[in-house]
């Protein structure tokens, strides 16, 4: 009589890992790459955050915000009708300071639902 449950955990045992596809591969590496573009950030107070974040659930982000993320994103700013936001000037200035990798990584970011990773200003 075989004994099934041992030949299946020394063939378990005898594999070699497995290695991960390419795709996967790069994946990973581009959610990496984009972690570290968010470190590099300079920090902006919350609500700057909060209104970026209802900006880029409201709007349609296709394959043509590839190039200028952040020119794209001060051009929405400007266009926000909902209530004064504060020192807009200075949201709209940062979004076209960021290098295109950053600012995909905001957007990102807050599509993931993880803006707890944006960095945000002391008041204190």
């Not at 968010?38 to 394959?63: F, S």
């Not at 300071?97 to 990773?117: H, N």
Request: negative net charge.
């Amino acid at each position: 009589m075989r004994n099934c449950a041992s030949e299946h955990t020394q063939a378990k045992q005898d594999r070699t890992p497995v290695a991960r596809p390419p795709l996967l591969l790069r994946a990973l590496d581009v959610l990496s790459q984009l972690a570290a573009e968010l470190r590099d950030l300079p920090p902006l107070p919350a609500v700057h955050w909060q209104t970026l974040a209802r900006i880029v659930n409201g709007t349609v982000i296709d394959t043509t915000w590839i190039e200028q993320p952040g020119q794209l994103l001060s051009y929405e700013i400007e266009d926000f009708e909902e209530g004064h936001i504060p020192d807009s000037g200075a949201l709209i200035a940062a979004c076209r300071s960021w290098s295109r990798a950053q600012a995909v990584a905001v957007i990102d970011a807050i599509l993931r639902d993880e803006t707890a990773l944006l960095p945000v200003e002391d008041n204190g």
